[in-house]
């Protein structure tokens, strides 16, 4: 079993609508990452957060440590939005990312 | 605001042929990460640098080294190249200051071709 699961690994979403993508982790962590990529590779940090929930723009992250789980919430989806979302977590010892699966996400205008 | 730079793009070799891949981290950032990923793969975790130390150790095969400058830009350097070292190479910055976490912030990564 991963260290870091993603569900779903694909969503199909039309233009508008609220998507959520959620992760769980097996490990004990000090922080978790939520990143962007897009086809042809470039990776970009959405958030990075350790308890609660963070919010830019139309993009919401929550996280719950004593449940192992988080969740990356878009909200009125854009096909601009279509790309792989990735959950990464830092473990308590250094400060390496180990990577979820990824969710494939396409929005249709 | 500058991001992280990675060089070159793009790379393609040859078996048992050598590359070297560049980081150079956004400035004031002293710590660098280099993940793998393979096609169709979750990125792996290589190596780290803080303060030009090595700080992590992960999945880096014993034919990769890598070393961070006094400019605290990276090189990873391969050697005998193998047709399953072909992958995404990315390299990451944070301003740790030798503590926990600190965002990391990606550069596009070095798409890299064996023949």
């Known amino acids: 079993k991963n260290e870091v699961e993603q569900s779903p690994q694909n969503l199909t979403a039309q233009e508008g609508e609220f998507i959520t993508i959620n992760c769980s982790y097996s490990v004990g962590i000090s922080a978790l990452h939520w990143l962007q990529q897009h086809p042809g590779g470039g990776i970009v940090s959405l958030f990075m957060l350790s308890s609660g929930k963070k919010k830019h723009g139309r993009l919401i992250a929550t996280i719950n440590i004593q449940e192992k789980h988080s969740s990356l919430h878009i909200t009125a989806s854009h096909p601009r939005d279509s790309a792989v979302y990735i959950c990464?977590?830092?473990?308590?010892?250094?400060?390496?990312?180990?990577f979820g699966g990824g969710t494939r996400v396409l929005v249709k205008p | 605001a500058a991001g992280v730079i990675q060089s070159p793009r793009h790379l393609i070799k040859e078996k048992r042929e050598t590359a070297t891949l560049k980081c150079y981290p956004i400035?004031?950032?002293?710590?660098v990460y280099w993940y793998q990923q393979g096609p169709g793969q979750d990125p792996q975790f290589l190596i780290s640098?803080?303060?030009?130390?090595?700080?992590d150790k992960g999945s880096i095969p014993d034919r990769f080294s890598a070393q961070q400058f006094s400019d605290y830009h990276s090189e990873l350097n391969m050697s005998s190249l193998e047709l399953g070292d072909s992958a995404l190479y990315f390299c990451?910055?944070?301003?740790?200051?030798?503590?926990?976490?600190?965002?990391?912030?990606f550069g596009d990564g070095t798409r890299l071709s064996i023949l």
């Open positions: 990451a910055s944070s301003e740790t200051g030798g503590t926990s976490n600190q965002p990391q912030h």
């Open positions: 400035p004031r950032h002293d710590t």
């Open positions: 990464a977590v830092i473990g308590t010892a250094g400060n390496k990312l180990t």
């Open positions: 640098f803080y303060e030009k130390m090595q700080s």
